[in-house]
């Protein structure tokens, strides 16, 4: 149980925990009591006096204190020579001196104990060497007092709804619910700016500028906390700390929208942006997969960035693409259907039912097909009913009223009598009231009564099409994977394969080294012999049987046809002996003879099917990506191709797969008979394990992946190793963490029962429904410290955030039984070790079915929680017990915890444990 420290209404974190309320490290910078000012000037029309002025002329319940060695007092305020002779502790220092000096400053200020800094200063990496340097000094001084940093080369920041100004922005934002970071701080200004005349407000208002310290993932999942945000938005030219950003994002996107603009899609954009943070860029198009992996929703324009936001802010999420549209003109109607459709989204079919009510309500003219045209004379009633009508059906997903002002039209009735339609349950409710002045009122009363209009019916339809992406992006961050096979594959043998091509200065493994390092992880391969002479390609060529196939063996070289290296449908002796001869001197002639090193002598594949591709390379940002698409020869000529992070479920695989032309072909078309997808999709699993597991692969690729109905076969692979010069801290690291195999342990109960204790997956929700029907009620109260109902507990929305962790930020570790009789398995208990955000402090919890207390179990759960939080680089393990729970602290004492009680809540027992 997490221990509440708040009177406040008690919050509920995904597990049904009650939250413990922490300070934020970054409250420093947010929320501070005192900011000094060091580079305050008088200088009119400098950065150091417009900030020490906005922050003098917004009071945020601080003192400002202005540090300037040359001048005793700065806009009539006592200026202090140094950061230490200022008098009261500071919390934020905001630093607008030449980049030169801000290492020594940011060193006396962490003397001084202050916790946040914000560095307007420019002249950091983005110089080159010299500025980088100046970075690396910045943050050696900072970590000394764990010291958090914005900046440098950024406008600073604004919270409206506390006054703080930590900018040199001309103005102070409107306070509001949204949260707008940006890597721009021109274009801050510039949508401040905008915000005026749209009369949008802020919660915060931040310029991140260079990220030397507070990245995304920070400022998400600070923003993510506050319960005064409802969404946040970014523009972003660099995403930093890829893992960081991701584990943010996954984890606050559930509860608040993320909603993203990032340029760089076209080469010359991202060179620009590479240019002006001094950063890598990336793959856009790994960029967008990472977005969807995680549930960030991407728009393509400023305006939309704001428009989706209130939108997903006013209206509940569609379950689908379908939108209903309802329309007294056919003009906008189809500009708005062109849009949708553009976007992926579909006009909803209506069912039978709703087209015979909708007949006997409209005139015998109306549309009868979606859009509905209810005709240029419809009252305000008859659009009321018509949306009544189109809202029940059961095909809609959302729907847009579009409304043109015609000599019968009443705009201004018509919103009054939508307004009773404005939350609809499942079903977003969007409006395009086109026209002047004449219109505005109707506007201001949809407005009022949370239904968003639009200028412009096709804006409004592309605004419907954000919201089912960002549903969608949600459902597939959650969906439950299915079980599957579970793999065992011989990974001792996989990295002696490549630790030797490593020790003897390659880089490249023959053909025959990929396709045993496959086969070590259960991807099939085709038969493969290597013949060092034309002899020894005849005998195995006869033992095989023929048809056959040659291909050049060589250390050097990858791309075999490149050189002549291949030779199809060989059928006797003498088409090898010939065969042979031809590759042996095309790469002699190609690239010399030293690159032959004999052939590889494999069968001919007789079977009918798809050539696919399945391989990995490193991008700049995200580290290992997977591709898979339509292989072949053709296979640069064709991109048809799908990206994706490992590491992949079976889920994950097929909606890589579901992204791509040739997923259509297999599953069936012309006569053939589909692919087994969901072998498909395991074996797209393995290879993400290979890319996941054997880190010293830089690339990898299966090309053909030969796949039928009722086979499918790896007829090449070719795989790239880092050099033997590479160190394990410069391998690009994966941008989201992998299973933990090192956490899965075997481990007898005291009555002799085996259990497998290992960390949760998220093909564990089915196991986690019957774990919890097996549970008393009093094992869950002493656990939740209140009751709650089982059908609560076994729901998908709370079960699927249970299950789908962040090994980052949380271990939960499951106690595994599988009866010998039947092979079934069994969930018998959980253990849970939460880390508390910005600190090296965690909690744990666990919950153990009944009819395995006593048996051991949770004094096994505490020593590998106990031994995970020393393995993190943890400093303080703590639990909240219930003082009934004696058996909790008994175990708790037995491993060192220190229990007492909270003197500020005497129901509460603590125990803690320093590592």
């Given at each position: ?409 009443d705009p201004t009735m018509t919103a009054e009598q939508l307004k009773p339609y404005a939350r609809i349950p499942n079903k977003p409710i969007i409006a395009s009231w086109l026209g002047g002045s004449d219109i505005e009122a109707g506007e201001a009363i949809l407005s009022r009564a949370g239904i968003p209009t639009f200028q412009y019916p096709d804006t409004a339809a592309r605004m419907f099409n954000y919201m089912w992406q960002y549903s969608e992006n949600l459902r597939l961050v959650y969906e439950t994977p299915s ?51 034309v002899d020894e390609a005849v005998n195995a060529a006869n033992e095989i049987g023929y048809p056959v196939v040659l291909k050049i063996y060589s250390d050097t070289i990858t791309h075999k046809t490149d050189v002549g290296g291949v030779k199809l449908n060989l059928h006797n002796a003498a088409d090898v002996r010939s065969a042979f001869n031809e590759i042996q001197t095309s790469v002699a002639e190609k690239v010399g003879a030293e690159h032959f090193g004999g052939v590889t002598v494999q069968p001919m594949i ?310």
């Amino acid at each position: 149980m997490i221990k509440p420290t708040t009177p406040n209404p008690t919050p509920f974190d995904r597990a049904g925990d009650v939250l413990k309320f922490e300070p934020n490290p970054l409250d420093a910078i947010f929320a501070p009591k005192n900011v000094a000012v060091i580079g305050a000037t008088e200088t009119q029309g400098s950065v150091g006096r417009t900030i020490l002025w906005n922050l003098i002329s917004n009071p945020f319940g601080g003192t400002v204190f202005p540090v300037n060695p040359k001048r005793p007092s700065i806009l009539g305020i006592k200026s202090y020579p140094k950061i230490s002779d200022v008098p009261a502790r500071v919390d934020l220092a905001v630093i607008v001196t030449p980049a030169p000096t801000v290492p020594d400053i940011i060193g006396e200020c962490v003397d001084a104990g202050v916790r946040g800094a914000i560095i307007i200063s420019a002249g950091f990496k983005e110089i080159g060497p010299e500025g980088a340097e100046l970075e690396r000094r910045v943050m050696e001084n900072a970590r000394r007092g764990r010291m958090r940093i914005i900046g440098p080369n950024c406008l600073g920041v604004m919270n409206p709804l506390n006054g703080l100004n930590a900018t040199f922005a001309a103005a102070m934002a409107r306070p509001g619910k949204v949260a707008f970071l940006s890597q721009s701080g021109a274009l801050l200004t510039g949508v401040l700016d905008w915000s005026f005349r749209e009369n949008v407000g802020f919660s915060a208002f931040v310029s991140v500028g260079s990220m030397l310290d507070v990245g995304w993932g920070d400022l998400i999942q600070y923003f993510g906390d506050d319960p005064r945000t409802d969404a946040i938005v970014m523009y972003m030219e660099t995403i930093g700390d890829a893992r960081s950003f991701l584990s943010a994002a996954r984890e606050v996107a559930y509860t608040k929208p993320i909603l993203v603009i990032k340029p760089g899609r076209t080469e010359a954009a991202a060179h620009a942006a590479a240019s002006h943070t001094g950063s890598l860029t990336g793959s856009d198009d790994v960029l967008d997969i990472a977005f969807k992996r995680v549930g960030v929703l991407r728009v393509n324009s400023i305006m939309d960035l704001f428009f989706s936001s209130e939108l997903l802010g006013k209206q509940p999420r569609p379950k689908g693409r379908n939108l209903t549209i309802l329309t007294n003109a056919g003009g906008p109607g189809v500009l708005a259907t062109d849009a949708l459709v553009e976007g992926g989204g579909k006009l909803t079919p209506i069912s039978d039912s709703t087209m015979e009510k909708l007949n006997a309500l409209l005139p015998a003219a109306w549309s009868h097909n979606n859009p509905v045209d209810i005709l240029g004379d419809a009252s305000p009633e008859r659009y009321a009913k018509a949306l009544e009508l189109t809202a029940q059906d059961p095909n809609a997903n959302g729907l847009l009223v579009i409304l043109t002002p015609q000599a019968m039209t009443d705009p201004t009735m018509t919103a009054e009598q939508l307004k009773p339609y404005a939350r609809i349950p499942n079903k977003p409710i969007i409006a395009s009231w086109l026209g002047g002045s004449d219109i505005e009122a109707g506007e201001a009363i949809l407005s009022r009564a949370g239904i968003p209009t639009f200028q412009y019916p096709d804006t409004a339809a592309r605004m419907f099409n954000y919201m089912w992406q960002y549903s969608e992006n949600l459902r597939l961050v959650y969906e439950t994977p299915s079980m599957g096979e579970m793999s065992d594959p011989d990974r001792a043998h996989a990295s002696q394969i490549i630790d030797r091509a490593r020790d003897e200065g390659r880089t490249i493994l023959n053909e025959y080294e990929s396709k045993q390092l496959l086969a070590a992880y259960d991807i099939p391969t085709v038969e493969t012999r290597v013949a060092a002479n034309v002899d020894e390609a005849v005998n195995a060529a006869n033992e095989i049987g023929y048809p056959v196939v040659l291909k050049i063996y060589s250390d050097t070289i990858t791309h075999k046809t490149d050189v002549g290296g291949v030779k199809l449908n060989l059928h006797n002796a003498a088409d090898v002996r010939s065969a042979f001869n031809e590759i042996q001197t095309s790469v002699a002639e190609k690239v010399g003879a030293e690159h032959f090193g004999g052939v590889t002598v494999q069968p001919m594949i007789k079977f009918e099917g798809y050539e696919l591709i399945i391989g990995s390379s490193p991008d700049p940002q995200f580290g290992p990506v997977i591709l898979f698409g339509l292989g072949g020869q053709l296979v640069e000529v064709f991109q048809d191709r799908a990206l994706g992070l490992p590491p992949l479920n079976t889920t994950l695989a097929r909606r890589m797969m579901e992204r791509t032309k040739i997923y259509t072909a297999l599953q069936g078309v012309r006569g053939r008979a589909p692919v087994d997808i969901d072998a498909l999709a395991q074996l797209l699993v393995r290879f993400s394990e290979i890319v996941v597991e054997q880190r010293w692969i830089k690339e990898i690729d299966i090309n053909p992946l030969l796949v039928s109905s009722d086979n499918m076969i790896a007829l090449d692979a070719r795989v790239i190793v880092y050099d033997k010069n590479v160190s394990a801290d410069e391998l690009p690291r994966l941008a989201i963490r992998p299973y933990p195999l090192r956490y899965v342990k075997q481990w007898t109960a005291t009555d002799g029962t085996t259990l497998t204790i290992r960390p949760i997956r998220p093909e564990d929700e089915p196991l986690m429904v019957e774990y919890h029907k097996q549970i008393s009620e009093r094992s869950v109260y002493l656990r939740y410290l209140h009751p709650m109902a089982l059908d609560t507990r076994i729901a998908h929305d709370r079960l699927s955030r249970i299950v789908f962790i962040d090994y980052d930020r949380e271990m939960a570790l499951a106690a595994e039984y599988t009866d010998p009789a039947t092979n079934q398995k069994q969930i018998v208990g959980i253990g849970r070790l939460s880390k508390i955000y910005g600190t090296q402090d965690a909690e744990f919890s666990m919950l153990i079915i009944d009819s395995f207390h006593g048996k051991g179990l949770g004094s096994e759960f505490l020593k590998q929680l106990v031994a995970i939080g020393r393995a993190e680089h943890l400093k303080r393990i703590t639990a909240y017990i219930s003082p009934e729970n004696i058996a909790m602290q008994k175990i708790s004492q037995k491993l060192g915890f220190k229990l007492h009680r909270d003197m500020d809540d005497p129901t509460i027992v603590e125990a803690e444990l320093v590592l």
